[in-house]
């Protein structure tokens, strides 16, 4: 294990790779996650509330509170007019990170390239005249 530096504390902690909350100690993780929770709640009873309401109102900045929509561990109502934008076209969506047109189109992208992928290559078969053992004159 690796020891690094919280980055909300400064504390030294035991570092786990991988995770969104990898890069914080587990007392700031903790703290987080209570957070979150509240943010949850408030979004439950304030359908309608924007994002720098909630932000103020749970002490948490915007760019967390878009964080969890992007990990989608938020989403705002298909009635809510809060929203952020799809990080390919910049329409605005509801949770994730791409709209649904991006995301299709992301999808075929990368299912074609798996398909080149998986395509036969030319096999040569090596003969036994590839085989033969040289000199240099």
Not at 15 to 34: A, M, Q, W
Request: glycine share 8%.
């Amino acid at each position: 294990m690796e020891i690094k530096n919280c980055r909300q504390c400064g504390r030294l902690y035991n570092f786990i790779s991988g995770g969104y909350y990898s890069h914080i100690c587990p007392n700031c993780r903790d703290v987080l996650e209570e957070k979150f929770q509240e943010v949850k709640k408030y979004i439950e009873e304030h359908k309608l509330a924007t994002v720098v309401e909630i932000s103020e109102a749970n002490d948490v900045t915007t760019a967390q509170i878009e964080r969890w929509v992007r990990e989608e561990r938020l989403t705002f109502s298909e009635d809510s007019v809060v929203g952020i934008g799809c990080e390919k076209c910049g329409v605005t969506i509801k949770t994730g990170r791409f709209c649904d047109s991006c995301r299709g189109s992301l999808m075929n992208t990368l299912g074609s390239v798996y398909r080149n992928t998986d395509s036969p290559k030319d096999n040569k078969r090596l003969t036994s005249s590839d085989h033969k053992m040289r000199y240099l004159g």
